[in-house]
């Protein structure tokens, strides 16, 4: 009880001390941040387990782009007890001069297998719960496209050529969970009894099988799922995650192992501000030990008072890191409609059992040493150089218990540690080259530079504490920004590339004629038009695709689908090749393949690869001999996979058409004739492109945004450690340039070059981890090519030195003047 209440009454008396606080300060934000991190995360995940509890309408779902066959549908029947076929397609629906594109899903008369759906009559009435699905002819719409058609109850909808009743609005559906989890699809639903006979050939149709079965049944159909079926994907609400589930985590640990960064800013500002806080423990220590007391209790004393000002700042930290989930969640409701915080102890405890670990392993270092503690040391010399090595060494092993925390990619791992080494590297050798060389160089020199570089040559591993914590901030906050302006840039550039204000993502044969027909009509004109068919990568080099793959990826995301293959025998004017060589034309190999350069660095390919496609249901391998990519300037519709001419001979696809077409004002409202006859025509105005990217980067910029504060939070606590850790050294070096005769403006000018030079090495050191951050994580991570913009950085990085010089001298002035009789009395 001694030892709790001397260590109660020494917690309260230090937080009167700058230095605590400054400590305290740190613990907060990193704890804040990372259960911030933790219950967004935990949030999601969670909602997308209920998702798939809730909306996968079934025991387990059956998912391909291809319907089974008699004999394996038969199967399925027999072995469930239960089963019901979907089709979803994207269609465009009309009324009157109003047209929207709609997800269309296609349900026969066992649909829903479980669950109930929710209809009403009018979008705001309420709405009731029934049992099956729309009886053929009759259409059900969801409330915001029954709105944006300005529909009423038993008007009629235009699909092709026949006319469908709506009679329902359609609010709820238990089979959600693989049709996307935001609202902004619109809905609709009609009896596959009311199709038969119109030729409705949609792109990327899927077809979804519905199996209410035991668990013993369904481990049977799970083993002649991947026995049987190739192809697909078979989810079940046992064993399943969420297809979105591994996308969010990995998120999660991209931002986790970003965290890193932070944490060694925080280590830094926790090292330099718990100096003088540690030279007070001890003379408190050896004060306690003279009068009677045992090493081992006084060690209580000290861990006591450390884990009352860790359970403070854990107090304050889950506070404000529960609003800010709160914060980041509402953002999130676009991706997850309805989606809310809670309180998930179970990540909560796993991850404050981390901050502990971590904050703990920070100070374990000034805990042996003040356990070594006595009288007669504290009136001896120490090695101060052999501390902060060792101090530097032990932080660097804390922080690989967050990397691998945080690590599930090896190779984003790699290259996130590479570019902080590369950083820290560069700030070393900086360091220690300017300031070596400097000294020597000016050594016969007058004026205060030279004095400047003896100085700091004198307190050289001190010096690169405080350059490495505020390099390490200028290389994150640097990062961010210019991801952020990249990013951007890349949308705003998406958006300008589409030559034309209309894409035409699909149009069939007899669709491009009379496309062509009604921009005469019209007075349109078409710009670009490139023929494709729909192809399934299935294996490279033999194997399956998902186990070729080095890992998850946004590739990959849009290789689990159908993709388009083009032809070309010519190198098209918009692609330049990357490595290999295009094939001659009419060249008589058509089992030639080239890859966008993107996307075969992502899933790890390279020449002479063999590419397993299936076309029109029959497999044909290529052999991967070039990459290319797209170079804007001549037209925006380019192709992931292209082929020689000839292998249309032998591949005899279905053959589509994409590409651009600008329409004149007054050519909109006729758009609905056109989708009249032909409403798998897949037309996207360039104007909902361009809605889509300023909704993802408006999302961005505020997440990105989020975390630059956090990191500008934590770059000022490190400089005012930085400062306050070497606060009385400052104060001696001011009285001594005074007592030699030289006024305080000299000891500002002095300070000045100190703090220049200090900045300007910050700056060159997050130049350096940029870049490489750039080169190494742009690509694989953002499939962006690292551009860097010489202008900006060099704008950017006088900014930090402005900024950094300027706050380093707010405290010279705040705190560090000094005087010849204060030096004395000291």
């Not at 032809?567 to 490595?579: A, K």
Request: one cysteine or more; hydrophobic letters at 45%.
């Amino acid at each position: 009880m001694i030892s709790f209440e001397l260590a109660w009454n020494s917690f309260w008396r230090e937080n009167s001390n700058s230095d605590s606080r400054l400590i305290l300060t740190t613990q907060f934000l990193l704890i804040f941040f990372l259960l911030t991190l933790t219950l967004t995360s935990a949030s999601v995940q969670h909602y997308l387990h209920d998702n798939l509890q809730n909306l996968l309408g079934s025991d387990m779902v059956i998912s391909r782009y291809q319907p089974l066959s008699k004999t394996d549908k038969h199967w399925l029947e027999h072995q469930a007890r239960k089963v019901s076929e979907t089709q979803l397609f994207d269609i465009t629906l009309t009324h009157g001069q109003r047209w929207e594109r709609v997800q269309l899903k296609v349900v026969d008369n066992r649909y829903p297998v479980q669950g109930q759906l929710e209809i009403g009559l009018t979008p705001t009435a309420q709405h009731h719960s029934v049992e099956h699905g729309p009886k053929a002819g009759e259409l059900w719409v969801g409330p915001r496209l029954f709105t944006k058609l300005g529909l009423e109850l038993g008007q009629s909808v235009t699909v092709g050529k026949r006319e469908f009743t709506v009679n329902r609005v359609l609010f709820h559906e238990p089979d959600r969970i693989l049709e996307g989890h935001s609202a902004v699809a619109l809905r609709a639903m009609v009896n596959r009894e009311s199709l038969q006979g119109m030729p409705l050939n949609a792109g990327k149709k899927r077809y979804r099988y519905l199996v209410d079965a035991h668990p013993s049944q369904q481990q049977q159909i799970s083993s002649w799922f991947l026995d049987k079926i190739p192809h697909g994907q078979i989810i079940t609400k046992a064993n399943s995650r969420h297809p979105l589930s591994n996308l969010w985590k990995r998120v999660e640990n991209f931002i986790g192992l970003s965290s890193i960064i932070l944490f060694f800013m925080a280590a830094i500002a926790i090292d330099l501000a718990g100096r003088r806080q540690l030279s007070r423990q001890q003379r408190k220590l050896a004060l306690y030990m003279s009068m009677g007391m045992e090493m081992k209790q006084g060690a209580s004393i000290a861990i006591g008072q450390w884990f009352l000002g860790f359970l403070l700042s854990l107090a304050a930290g889950i506070v404000f890191a529960y609003a800010a989930s709160y914060s980041s969640l509402l953002l999130l409701q676009t991706q997850f409609p309805d989606i809310r915080p809670d309180w998930y102890w179970v990540e909560l405890t796993r991850v404050i059992l981390l901050v502990f670990i971590l904050l703990f392993g920070f100070q374990l270092p000034g805990l042996i040493k003040l356990k070594k503690t006595s009288i007669v040391s504290l009136l001896q010399a120490h090695n101060e150089s052999a501390d902060v090595l060792a101090r530097t060494s032990w932080n660097f092993a804390c922080l690989a218990v967050l990397t691998v925390f945080y690590s599930d990619n090896g190779t984003l791992t790699a290259m996130t540690l590479g570019a902080m080494l590369c950083a820290l590297i560069i700030m070393m050798l900086t360091t220690w080259l300017l300031l070596i060389c400097g000294e020597k160089l000016t050594r016969y020199w007058s004026g205060l530079l030279p004095f400047t570089f003896f100085i700091m040559r004198k307190r050289l591993l001190s010096k690169s504490t405080q350059v490495i914590g505020f390099g390490f901030c200028c290389t994150l906050l640097l990062f961010t920004l210019m991801l952020m302006k990249d990013i951007g840039v890349t949308l705003e550039a998406n958006r300008r590339v589409n030559d034309g204000n209309l894409v035409i993502a699909r149009a069939e044969p007899d669709q491009l004629s009379a496309i062509h027909h009604w921009s005469k009509e019209s007075g349109s004109r078409i710009r670009q038009i490139r023929p494709y068919t729909s192809a399934q990568l299935l294996k490279v080099n033999g194997y399956p695709l998902l186990k070729f793959s080095p890992g998850p990826s946004e590739s990959m995301l849009n290789l689990r689908k159908p993709i388009r293959l083009s032809w070309s025998d010519q190198l098209p004017d918009n692609n330049r090749v990357v490595s290999g060589r295009w094939w001659p034309p009419e060249s008589e190999n058509w089992k030639q393949i080239s890859v966008e350069s993107e996307v075969a660095s992502d899933l790890g390919l390279k020449l002479g690869d063999k590419l397993s496609f299936m076309v029109g249901g029959k497999i044909f391998d290529f052999s991967m001999i070039a990459t290319h990519a797209f170079k804007p300037g001549k037209g925006s519709v380019t192709f992931w996979f292209q082929v020689p001419q000839v292998a249309v001979d032998h591949l005899q696809p279905e053959v589509a058409f994409m590409g651009s077409m600008e329409l004149p004002e007054d050519a909109w409202g006729k758009l609905s004739s056109l989708w009249r006859h032909h409403p798998t025509l897949i037309l996207v105005p360039l104007k909902a492109l361009t809605d889509r990217f300023d909704q993802t980067l408006a999302l961005f910029t505020k997440l990105v945004l989020g975390f630059n504060v956090m990191i500008v939070a934590l770059a000022l606590v490190v400089v005012a450690a930085s400062v306050k850790g070497f606060e009385e050294e400052e104060r001696k070096k001011n009285g001594l340039i005074l007592s030699m005769g030289l006024d305080k403006f000299d000891c500002l000018k002095l300070n000045i070059y100190e703090w220049i030079i200090t900045a300007s090495i910050a700056a060159a050191g997050a130049i350096g981890g940029n870049w490489a951050a750039g080169v190494l994580i742009y690509q694989s991570q953002f499939s962006l090519v690292y551009r860097p913009d010489p202008m900006w950085i060099a704008s950017v990085t006088l900014a930090t030195i402005v900024v950094v010089s300027g706050v380093g001298l707010f405290y010279y002035y705040a705190r560090l003047q000094s005087s010849i009789s204060d030096l004395l009395a000291e």
